[in-house]
């Protein structure tokens, strides 16, 4: 009587491909086991999280920007870009990192220029561990855009400023008055002259737009930036620092006519004030030379 050994599959089908046909090749890929480690980064970006697993170096990065903007990635051998919605969220969702050259990876840098081509300041995400070679980061919340109406201004024209973050979130607007006034004092190191007033919020509508006015007090130097609020005790880094100046009337009368002199040296002007110029002096030889024609003549008929 014969007896049969019974395989389980899989070591049938194993067997039967090394026995049978010794150059195929089988490809094959494991996937990564769960995650294994996961830290809050509380020093640089605290509202960000960290996951990592062990398998193919990828980066999953995502957060929240301006709607409808360009969210641009570049790090050493890393460049990419992405499109934020409707409402601000974005998302890398496979960024293959390169080969780590120490115990990090390079730095990886987000910026954010939105529908009207205003950037943000560039936001760096903290450097990962090259023990691991998967990770999950996010939200990464990026600064709002900021933009003035007009960068000097007097007291009677009052002037404002606009940008555009995460729709119907609070915008921390901090301002700083520079009372570096004393031009007779001369620092080899210049002290750092100026006082913050106490900041104030706007609500960026469903779009994302904020907007608020500028100061209009005597002639001062300002310096503005804004910080959106994302949650309890997060927010994201600031936007780009602005320098507003409000300038006296007669520094301004003076200022205008000072380009116009400028606008009149341009080459496009200076050569028709140069046609007009000859014009005149051409006119000016036509009527003398015709009035001393009219002399002449009077003095014939006399003689």
């Known amino acids: ?3 049969f050994v019974v395989f389980p599959a899989a070591l049938f089908v194993l067997t039967h491909f090394l026995l049978v046909d010794d150059d195929l090749i089988i490809f094959g890929q494991t996937p990564p086991a769960p995650t294994t480690t996961e830290a809050q980064v509380a020093s640089v970006l605290p509202q960000i999280t960290i996951s990592a697993t062990v398998g193919t170096p990828m980066l999953k990065l995502w957060g929240y920007g301006a709607p409808n903007s360009k969210i641009e990635l570049n790090g050493d051998r890393v460049s990419d870009f992405a499109y934020t919605r409707a409402d ?3 998302e890398f969702p496979k960024i293959y990192l390169p080969t780590p050259t120490g115990e990090v990876y390079p730095e990886l ?3 954010g220029i939105d529908q009207t081509g205003r950037s943000t300041p560039p936001t760096c995400i903290p450097d990962l561990p090259a023990n691991e070679s998967s990770f999950d980061i996010g939200p990464v919340i990026m600064p709002p855009t900021l933009s003035l109406e007009e960068g000097v201004t007097t007291q009677a ?10 729709p119907n979130s609070e915008v921390k607007i901090v301002l700083a008055e520079d009372s570096s006034t004393n031009i007779g004092k001369f620092d080899i190191v210049r002290e750092a002259r100026a006082y913050y007033i106490p900041n104030y ?7 994302g737009y904020f907007s608020f006015n500028m100061p209009d007090a005597s002639p001062k130097t300002w310096h503005v930036f804004a910080i959106t609020k994302y949650s309890q005790g997060a927010s994201s880094p600031k936007s780009n620092t602005l320098k ?7 520094a301004n009368t003076f200022e205008n006519i000072w380009a116009f002199i400028l606008s009149l040296l341009a080459l496009p002007s200076l050569i028709i004030l140069e046609i007009v110029v000859i014009l005149l002096i051409l006119t000016a030889t036509f009527l003398s030379k015709k009035d001393k024609r009219r002399i002449s003549l009077n003095t014939t008929k006399q003689i």
């Open 1 to 3: 009587m014969k007896k």
């Open 88 to 90: 601000g969220y974005f």
């Open 109 to 111: 840098c987000l910026t």
């Open 157 to 166: 024209l009052q002037t404002g400023a606009s940008g555009i973050t995460i």
């Open 201 to 207: 919020t706007v609500k960026s509508d469903k779009q």
């Open 244 to 250: 507003f100046v409000i300038i006296s009337q007669a």
